[in-house]
């Protein structure tokens, strides 16, 4: 999409390389490296791969070379990293695999990209690192893997009661913010949150880097969560970290309706780069729309707009007394009141 609209040149764009096993062997046990890598080539899963490493299940599926497209996700965030340190905002939108754990694959996450390319700005000597994580699933693979690192703090925003059932409103500290939301969270709502909680949070952080996963499965008409945010509240959120003093990688995440997924995505490098929106969709950009098909959403169910233009109506019904009550809560929990 971003290259049928004109917003991928060459000087502007990288070909994201694929990690090395010496790299990935960093976060990731060794054992499950060999195996991935086994099942990836064999195309077939042993009981005891699956029990042991949960890949060839429904969940994390093992599909022709899965262990290369993983590890170069995982080549792109380290890039997008050290890009960002030369003073780049740099989108990795195939990133985001947020829930990877070290010896075994999780919520379609095989490796743990953003890991990477928050340990890339670690070795860069930075001290104050911060990973906010938009996609409606807590990031959980990296919270837990960054517990007892000081130098690096976690924000998630995610829908609550959803898995993987972590991010819990009482798992808060001092480099660590859980915003869970209900279901039905909309523009506004997220405006509330946004600008009453999370950027008081961060400024106060003043972070030298941040990670941002910005998976699109908040969006409305997600199938496999119910907020119900427009694209621009995302945009909004993303462009305003971005716009801090810091070197700044945003990276993609979950996304399940492929016509808010790209739409989102697109018009989200478009904001980055400097994008000409002016102009009304081209015939190329409205075939792709037109040309999605997805067993996860009913033709009945979308969207006039999913199909003409990248930006969404606005989600601007007023804010429920329950998101306001949220937000006084964790201000004062964080003393920022
Ligand atoms: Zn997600």
């Known amino acids: ?46 009981a005891e791969w699956r029990e042991r490493y949960n890949f060839g299940t429904m969940e994390n599926p093992i599909f022709p070379h899965v262990f290369e497209r993983a590890a170069t996700t995982v080549g792109g965030s380290i890039l997008s990293a050290q890009l960002a340190l030369e003073g780049n905002v740099v989108f990795h939108p195939a990133g985001g695999t947020h829930h990877g754990r070290p010896d075994r ?8 990209d953003p890991v990477f390319a928050l340990l890339t700005f670690l070795d ?10 938009v996609d409606a699933h ?16 976690c924000v998630s925003l995610h829908e609550s009661d959803r898995w993987p059932y972590t991010g819990l409103l009482v798992e808060q500290s001092a480099r660590t913010l859980n915003v869970p939301v209900p279901q039905g969270t909309n523009d506004s709502e997220y405006e509330l949150a946004w600008r009453k909680l999370v950027m008081p949070f961060i400024e106060r952080l003043d972070p030298q880097a941040i990670v941002i996963t910005c998976g699109a499965d908040a969006l409305a008409g997600d199938p496999l969560s119910k907020m119900a945010l427009s694209n621009n509240a995302l945009w909004h959120a993303v462009l305003e970290l971005c716009a801090l003093p810091a070197a700044s990688v945003v990276l993609g995440g979950g996304g399940y ?25 081209p015939d190329a950009a409205l075939a792709i729309l037109s040309g999605f098909e997805s067993d996860l959403v009913d033709e009945d169910e979308l969207e006039p707009h999913w199909l003409d233009r990248l930006d969404d109506p606005l989600q601007d019904a007023s ?10 809560h964790l201000r004062g929990v964080h003393r920022l009141a």
């Not at 997924?261 to 929106?277: H, I, K, Q």
């Open 138 to 153: 807590h990031g959980d693979g990296v919270f837990d893997y960054f517990a007892d690192e000081e130098r690096v703090a």
């Open 1 to 46: 999409m971003c290259r049928t609209l004109g917003w991928l040149d060459e000087e502007r764009s990288r070909t994201s390389p694929q990690a090395d096993m010496a790299t990935l062997r960093r976060v990731h046990d060794g054992a499950y490296l060999q195996a991935l890598n086994a099942a990836s080539d064999q195309g077939s899963v042993s």
């Open 124 to 133: 860069a000597g930075l001290e104050r690192v911060l990973y906010v994580d």
């Open 105 to 112: 694959a999780s919520g379609f996450c095989y490796f743990n």
């Open 257 to 281: 309706n492929p016509w808010t997924t790209v739409r989102c995505w697109a018009g989200l490098w478009g904001n980055l780069s400097g994008g000409d929106w002016a102009a009304p969709l």
């Open 319 to 328: 804010a429920r007394e329950e998101i306001a009550t949220l937000v006084e």
